[in-house]
């Protein structure tokens, strides 16, 4: 018990030292379009990612994006775009493009090509210029 | 008629000498030539450092993690099988150590204590468990303070200690550089050694530094008159920093191609010699029968294993095993301080006790087996099979390096083609992300199988060399033992290297 107290111990401070770090990796909110203004109902955009929770198989998924205005209005016609890429450095990008299937509700297909750690970085811009981001954190088992 | 001068008897093969090659060979003995190496590995640290705090921090889109954790790791090795200790030659961590030394108090030695594989092997240990506890190959921030931790940690042990300390005893890096640097076709050895005999100031380890003037005498003339003299000077080069003697060298462990030995001998006696691939690994008393030194060879080669099992899927399932045996979610603790002892456990058990367990109990029964029980201490049956370690480890790190390497070889263009862009520089273009796709994963994957057969291959050579030499007719009971101990990590190697990457930074407990 001692050994395993001990050994915590030792470990929760050295995690400190990774934990501001290890926040940026994870998933970031969405930018509006303008960051200094205040943001009226039709001046910015949300984005929310779903298909993601539990970890995806290693080839083809596709993630959910739903893009809504300040209202809460479904936005149709945007452009969405994912690029994903692995935690490890050296693995390439993979791109997706969404597909409106629904107002508002995009299907982006994603091909990961190996198990891991992967943050999609989604961006969305409306057909009136207005532009959003957001980073998720997907797990891939090989 | 006069008769034709007769050939000599024998003539030694003339050897191959890098430091007599024309170009590289001046530019290596130039007084400022490791400097000329080490400045721009030191600018290259700085735009880590710099790229690691202000870029991005996505691995993959990061200098800070791109180059160290994917290039140079796979540049090493490569060099360390195919020419030398490149890295440590050209070290930035050491440019500070000049100035260290400069304030360095002098006279103060490195605790007696401390000098041997002991530590390194505890920060060997430290480092490769951090980078799969902390992730350090997902974060450029933290790559970026392991890289200033290295500056700091040289400057102050070279500060505080007269010998290399930081090197010799300490560095992580340096330790496998100095453990793999053992298969490496070159080696600096003397040219003649009845010229060490009659040298007085023995530079190549005191140096022929000197603040003022000081003429030595080498040798008096029947006269009585000097006939060779050399001069100590604040010119001349600091001797061996890890203190070795050179016409004693026997082996490159410890050796960091600073090349200070020969530009400080003053009867140019020094070479770096050619020599067959881990020539000296089949030497007798190789390391003296350190323990130490054994251990850091026997260790390198689990902990291989050990890093390559911390990127595939079935580390995750172990790691939810030991926790729930252990009623570590029970403890109501976070999951990255679970992960963290769980991934402890596996380190412990694997690059600790399975090593000390399986190495000293192959030494006993080969002892028993061999029926040299009475001759041979259990220290000296281990120790004289520890190099047979070095080529299976090196075909490990071959394997698990040499696929980062690979698969992601192109990766840096495009990530520079972003900083430069970042930096408002578009000489270089938009960045090309298609340059980062992996190449045939299927060949690699064969290539990284090949690595470990041909250092199996190798470590069995040794292994029966080494049972020839010291079990003589009984050499095939003790080799038996040893050689099944290689197959089974060489299997384990196999198995790893064939299994799909998983490289999950965030792991969540049941
Ligand atoms: S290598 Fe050079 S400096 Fe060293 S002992 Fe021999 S002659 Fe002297
Ligand atoms: S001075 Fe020492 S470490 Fe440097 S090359 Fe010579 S023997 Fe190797």
Redesign the pocket.
């Known amino acids: 018990m001692t050994i395993w107290a001990l050994l915590t111990l030792v470990l929760a401070s050295c995690q400190l030292a990774a934990q501001s770090d290890l926040q940026n990796t994870t998933a970031a909110p969405a930018l509006t379009a303008r960051p200094n203004e205040t943001p009226a109902h039709d001046t910015y955009l949300s984005i929310e990612v779903t298909g993601i929770a539990g970890a995806l198989p290693v080839g083809e998924s596709a993630l959910q994006v739903t893009v809504r205005d300040g209202a809460g209005l479904a936005v149709v016609g945007a452009a969405v775009q994912a690029r994903g890429d692995m935690t490890h450095p050296g693995m390439a990008p993979i791109f997706g493009v969404g597909v409106e299937n629904e107002p508002g509700i995009y299907d982006v297909p994603l091909n990961f090509n190996m198990g891991g750690d992967w943050i999609i970085t989604i961006d969305v811009t409306s057909a009136n210029g207005l532009t959003a981001n957001q980073q998720v954190s997907v797990q891939v088992q090989a | 008629m006069a008769a034709k001068p007769r050939a000599p008897l024998y003539t030694p093969r003339p050897r191959f000498n890098l430091l007599r090659l024309p170009v590289i060979g001046r530019l290596l003995r130039w007084r400022w030539g490791r400097l000329a190496l080490q400045i721009p590995l030191l600018l290259l640290a700085l735009l880590l450092i710099y790229d690691g705090f202000t870029g991005s921090p996505i691995a993959s889109r990061n200098l800070a993690t791109i180059a160290p954790w994917v290039h140079y790791r796979g540049l090493v090795v490569l060099a360390l099988l195919l020419v030398g200790n490149l890295f440590c030659m050209s070290c930035p961590f050491t440019i500070p150590r000049t100035l260290a030394k400069r304030l360095s108090l002098r006279g103060r030695r490195f605790p007696r204590i401390l000098r041997n594989k002991w530590l390194a092997i505890f920060t060997l240990f430290a480092l490769f468990f951090c980078y799969e506890w902390l992730d350090l190959w997902a974060s450029p921030a933290l790559t970026a303070w392991v890289i200033i931790g290295y500056f700091a940690a040289s400057f102050v042990l070279e500060a505080v200690f007269t010998e290399s300390a930081f090197c010799k005893y300490v560095c992580p890096l340096g330790s496998f550089n100095f453990t793999y640097s053992t298969v490496s076709p070159l080696q600096i050895q003397?040219k003649n050694s009845a010229?060490?005999a009659s040298?007085v100031?023995?530079?190549?380890?005191n140096g022929s530094y000197s603040p003022q003037p000081v003429i030595l005498v080498d040798e008096i003339g029947i006269n009585g008159q000097p006939v060779k003299t050399h001069e100590h000077n604040p010119q001349g080069t600091p001797g061996c920093g890890t203190l070795l003697?050179?016409?004693q060298i026997q082996s490159n462990m410890d050796c960091t191609l600073c090349l200070d030995?020969a530009r400080?001998?003053?009867?140019d006696?020094?070479g770096l010699f050619g020599r067959g691939f881990g020539a000296e690994l089949s030497r007798p008393k190789l390391w003296h029968n350190r323990y130490d030194i054994s251990f850091l060879v026997i260790g390198l080669a689990w902990l291989g294993l050990v890093n390559a099992f911390g990127m595939i899927s079935p580390v995750y399932d172990l790691m939810q095993a030991l926790a729930a045996t252990f009623g570590l979610t029970a403890l109501g603790l976070s999951d990255k301080l679970i992960e963290g002892v769980a991934l402890l456990a596996i380190f412990i058990v694997g690059a600790g006790i399975l090593p000390l367990i399986t190495t000293f109990a192959a030494a006993a029964l080969a002892r028993a087996m061999t029926r040299t029980a009475k001759r041979d201490t259990l220290r000296i049956a281990l120790t004289n099979f520890a190099p047979i370690f070095v080529p299976l480890g090196l075909g490990f790190w071959i394997a698990h390096y040499g696929y980062h390497f690979l698969t992601g070889l192109g990766s840096i263009v495009p990530v520079f083609q972003e900083f430069l862009q970042n930096h408002g520089i578009g000489v270089l273009g938009e960045p090309n992300w298609a340059l980062g796709s992996a190449p045939n994963l299927e060949l690699i994957g064969a290539a990284q199988a090949l690595a470990v057969i041909i250092g199996y291959a190798a470590s069995l050579w040794l292994s029966q060399k080494i049972a020839m030499r010291l079990y003589k007719r009984q050499m095939l009971a003790g080799f038996v033992v040893w050689a099944l101990l290689l197959t089974a990590m060489m299997l384990a190697g196999l198995w790893l290297f064939s299994q799909p990457m998983e490289m999950r930074g965030t792991i969540l407990f049941d």
């Open positions: 003397v010229v060490c040298c100031g023995k530079e190549c380890v003697f050179a016409p030995c400080a001998c003053p009867h006696n020094i």
